[in-house]
């Protein structure tokens, strides 16, 4: 049993991390759509945060979370605080949620908020966040338009300027070129701690400052006697003997010696 308990603690445990992965996944989609749930992914950066703006006069603060409670009201995803009063009102719920993607924007829908009391035939409230990309790393949140001047159709704009919905800029470098760039990094390392060395260290002057200078100066000779070493064939070959013809004289009989021209006259 204990063993048991023991090999299902983990497994558990392993199915909550894989759950809990995603944040944005607490944001219900009304479209179900696969692309639609890698969009909000994308998002994943942005999540547990609140952001702030407020409007032109300064009467209503507005706080929007991606696919979480906004100011802690439970459903909410952004939500209009009133300066004076404090009354709250919910402007979307990120359990009615659509997500849109650009090449490098996110447009965030949330429906479902409180219903307008006199005009826009009291439909309920929803908000669009359009999350654009920024170089810098500092999340502007910011409102554009309340466009509630019509019978339906109403809605709130806003804008949230991250770096997390920026595309993701691929190296066009070979895998060549980037061997080549760390062996040109490694020789400049290579030259340049050695020469400080040579100088500051060791004293030298001239060319001596060149690392290594005495194997470099013989680099060339080594070069030539190892290609002359693998490519030519020096070995002391004898020649062959050559075919000499027989001699006429008998062999074994030494010849006469004529020394008459040695007797005294």
């Keep these: 049993m204990l063993l048991s308990l023991r090999i299902v603690t983990p497994l558990f445990v392993l199915l909550a991390v894989v759950q809990a992965e995603f944040l944005t996944d607490k944001c219900n989609l009304t479209s179900h759509s696969v692309f639609e749930q890698n969009t909000l992914h994308l998002l994943e950066p942005l999540t547990n945060q609140n952001f702030t703006a407020k409007s032109q006069d300064e ?20 939500v209009q605080k009133e300066k004076s009063s404090g009354k709250m009102v919910r402007i979307g719920s990120y359990t009615k949620t659509q997500a849109v993607k650009g090449g490098d924007w996110v447009m965030l829908f949330y429906e479902g908020g409180d219903k307008y009391d006199s005009h826009c035939s009291q439909e309920p409230r929803r908000a ?7 170089t810098s790393t500092k999340n502007v949140f910011s409102v554009k338009i309340e466009d509630n001047q019509k019978n339906r159709g109403c809605y ?3 804008q949230l300027d991250s770096n997390a919905v920026c595309p993701v800029i691929q ?6 070129s980037i061997i080549l760039i760390i062996i040109f990094c490694c020789l400049a390392v290579y030259l340049t701690g050695g020469f400080l060395y040579q100088r500051l ?16 100066s013989e680099i060339g000779n080594l070069s030539a006697d190892g290609c002359d070493f693998v490519c030519r064939s020096r070995g002391n070959r004898e020649e062959a003997p050559t075919y000499r013809g027989v001699a006429t004289e008998p062999l074994g009989e030494e010849p006469e010696e004529r020394d008459d021209h040695l007797l005294p006259m």
Excluded: R
């Design 128 to 134: 669009m966040i359009m999350i654009s990309c920024s």
């Design 171 to 176: 190296s066009k470098l070979s895998a060549g």
């Design 59 to 78: 009467e209503y603060s507005y706080i929007f979370q991606v696919c979480g409670d906004a100011d802690g009201i439970k459903g909410a995803g952004l």
């Design 201 to 216: 260290v060791v004293g030298a002057k001239g060319v001596e400052q060149f690392p290594n200078y005495a194997f470099w």
């Design 156 to 158: 709130y704009l806003f």
